[in-house]
């Protein structure tokens, strides 16, 4: 019986190594993480997916309050005129937006755009609140949805509609409104690293890779299963662009009329489709403890015998007092159930039976290792947070291993190509900064570049592509 | 010094009494819950509105999920034949949707609205993922906002996007869910009256106000301090209608197909409009502790003097450990300060002055009826834990004595008309449930039914429009 269930969940799932987009689609289906729904490109996120959703938001927002940062709600709709007030920006991104044209039977005289972010909006309201320089800085964020018209989308990956929190600041000087840039893109880099265990390289994105507006973008870049790199977060530097645009000014400390310094920064439910890339395996889901929904299922093993039950929902109320913690009391058979929630990730599974209670002991089963640890009933709370604490740092170490591993140094270009080629993961190399030589890359190799790490390392004197001297190290890579 | 400064924003407002539409704008606006945007119909909501927001958002949403709800989310566009299957439902909306019919710079071949209502979504999701009676029931929530094309606007109270939650269920019995509809009605009024201080009327609506698509149709009601009634909350009940419409069956118990019952319940940003206009004075916002961001703001007089401040910053330590507590260090006036938090209808400000100091105490003066409180730094937590405790008692204490002295009981049609045009409030009267006389009362005396209570009063035999037999007695008013 257990045998029976636990095989019909598991081969429903396409083995990683045989059709790695198909793994992952799976996955998000059968985990209960979402449901496909008939608006194109759109989805159902669905109890199980959201409530990872609502434990990023919760912890994220807990760092933005503690550096200084407000939440506010900002129109979902954009007039047209006011996209178009910053030329780079709505070059960039008019192609890929909805437009609403009619409202009720009504056209409208003038379109509005489906927010695809909200720069031109916070503009508008720092234009109303911004007088002195004792109005700055305004550290705003928003948490809500956002549209972009794909072509193209994948669950988590790109949709058309994705929920994602936006910060937008203004500061009084431009040194601030970097420093701010870099503080959030390390709020996001100790996010991954320490609540998703998925490590990150930080570094500056090209001015080919930046966003539409800005002067510098950064991002955090996470590389997944499949040795394709995933941009996990982004913090951008406006210098006063914006700012001219939309007529923001203040009265600075030394009475004369100056234009203030603006940051933006953003994740998304990306976030979600980076955990299941760095961690899942061919049983299912692996969920970091941190950021688990439930991070202990509690299972009773022949729960039909007397005091088993009783027993088990003893131990849950005792867990539930630190943990996240859910049990299955339905009469599905102990190895169908097991087989559900290693689909679901759940980090810790406890099995407790007829034999454990007699012996005051219980089973723990780790989901990343499937190790299985005897633990008398005395010790339980401690045993279960030491094994969280492990599971959440296995899962890291074995994710940085495993990128390292997966990351190649090439020095001339037709190593880059080969490897390009024929090892996925990321490929450091040497850059003269010329936006042909990234073309050229993208051409003969198919990777476009990642980033400039922060972390620079001196691999050799000239550009892969060109042979000029080199200015920068680059990660390259293909991506999501 | 002080004086000007308090003069300068007090003097901002117009008093209720002169004007009570300008009194509540000035409010919104000079509290800096929100500012205006281009967006026609649309605002921006500042932190100190959205604070208020997401501790509404906090309470409610651990009530929901006590009662065993689980969040989601959907998509915000909604193809046109997917609003078209239910009937009813796209004849209530249709009129006032906002429709995509671009995606970049392609026509749509179907348009899509954005989301007014997710009633047809979420049925969408229930038909693939409902299938047994093992299934149900299931509770879902979504926070989101919603838009509707709106003629006129009024900050909070009615704007073309607003943020709310709603609530979707399905039950195995129609019984099951009415017993649901029933107990987030029962919610939203323990919210309100404990948390908002808003005493509120539970009833059911009439056939001509309930939900496009609903069988029935249940709200609660509050009284504005102009006598105008807000709708604060509404629960439907839809029986099989929907499951009927979008084809979501389920194997019963007896092995039969059956459909599910449904339910979808809702609150708004509204909710702030009825903090405002229930407890708001002509110096500003009146906040309930429980819902204020700010329960205590701390202001130093003096503060030059040597001690001052390190005093203030000790007590702010002290008593953020239990409350939400701020500090205001700045170098505007004291009297100055006492408006501006006046204004934001913070419920409590401590005062310490190096008197104050060498006497070991400070004082507490509420926002709600000014009282000056001298107590003792020795028990200085237990003596703001109690006033708080006070405040919010005090606040719904007044709310329902207002009310009530605003609640007339007409029982002949002349009575009913002069009361409506002369006095504003509720009228509580008995109708013979024939839209009819609903229809005459709105021409005659410019009120509608706001709902028929649950608790029942006979207040006379018959209907007060049209003299026959009554079967209910229904609460009337003048509404927002």
Known sequence: MADSGKKRLVEAITPMDEDFAKWYTDIVKKAELIDYSSVRGCMYIRPYGYAIWENIQRILDGM?????????????????????????????????????????SEKLEERLCVRPTSETLFCELYSHIIHSYRDLPKLYNQWCSVVRWEKTT????????????????????????????????NIYAEFCEKYLAIPVIKGRKTDKEKFAG??????????????????????????????????????????????????????????IGAIIMVHGDDSGLVLPPKIAPTQLIIIPVAAHKPGVVDKAKELEARLKKEFRVKADYSDNSPGWKYAEYEMKGVPL???IGPRDIENNRCILVRRDNREKIEVSLDELEAKVRETLDDVQQSLFDKAKERRDNMTYTCTDLNTF???????????????????????????????????????QEHLSDTCVCCGKPAKHMVYWGKAY
């Open 417 to 455: 190509i080969e490897t390009a080629q024929n090892k996925p993961g990321f490929i450091k190399a040497m850059w003269c900064g010329d936006v042909e030589c990234e073309n050229k890359l993208k051409e003969l190799a198919g990777v476009t570049s990642r980033n400039i790490p922060f972390e």
């Open 214 to 271: 800005a002067e510098a973008t950064y991002s955090i870049e996470a590389l997944m299963h499949d040795g394709k790199a995933l941009q996990s977060g982004t913090s951008h530097y406006f210098g006063d662009g914006f700012a001219r645009a939309f007529g923001i000014q203040f009265t600075g400390r030394d009475n004369t009329l100056q234009y203030p310094y603006q940051t933006s920064w953003g994740v998304t439910t990306r976030l």
């Open 154 to 185: 994948r669950p988590f990956l790109r949709t058309l509609e994705f929920l994602w929190q936006e910060g937008h600041t203004m500061h009084e000087t431009a040194e601030e409104a970097k420093e701010e840039t870099e503080r959030m893109l």
């Open 64 to 104: 933005f309050k503690e550096t200084g940062h407000e939440n506010v709600y900002l129109p979902m709709l954009i007039p047209e005129s006011l996209l178009n007030k910053e030329k780079e920006h709505v070059e960039g991104f008019a192609p890929e937006v909805a437009w609403v044209t009619m409202g009720g």
């Open 349 to 351: 599974r406890l099995e």
